[in-house]
């Protein structure tokens, strides 16, 4: 009787200790987007959502990176301008999800998305 107490304790506290382990740092927070500014003009986005919301991040230095912008979920369509040049993106973005928008040192956009779970 004693060893099935002590075998249904460690079961329990390692269903406690799992549980706990597996919480989510994000709280179904809103997405957010950031430029990482590598590139030879200043840099902005527009960040146009689904519920017709925007968001932008204006003139960004070579060498520099804003802080992140959040937005509302849903269909989201940027517009990354360098250099008087447009650049549009549309994606789909959940709660949690951190999007950054990199321009390398040829004015080369590339994205990346983050869980930030």
């Given at each position: ?33 950031r430029i990482i500014n590598n590139g030879t003009s200043k ?25 992140y912008s959040s937005y509302a979920p849903g269909t989201v369509t940027f ?39």
């Open positions: 009787m004693n060893k099935i107490k002590n075998f249904l304790t460690i079961i329990s506290i390692t269903f406690i200790i799992s549980g706990l382990c597996s919480c989510h740092k994000c709280k179904n927070e809103d997405p957010s987007a840099a902005s986005v527009q960040i146009k959502t689904s519920g017709g919301n925007t968001v932008n991040i204006n003139n960004i230095d070579p060498g520099a990176s804003s802080p517009t990354i301008t360098i250099a008087n040049t447009n650049h549009v993106e549309t994606v789909n973005m959940e709660n949690c999800f951190n999007y950054d928008i990199t321009i390398n040192s040829n004015n080369n956009i590339s994205t990346t998305v983050i869980d930030r779970n």
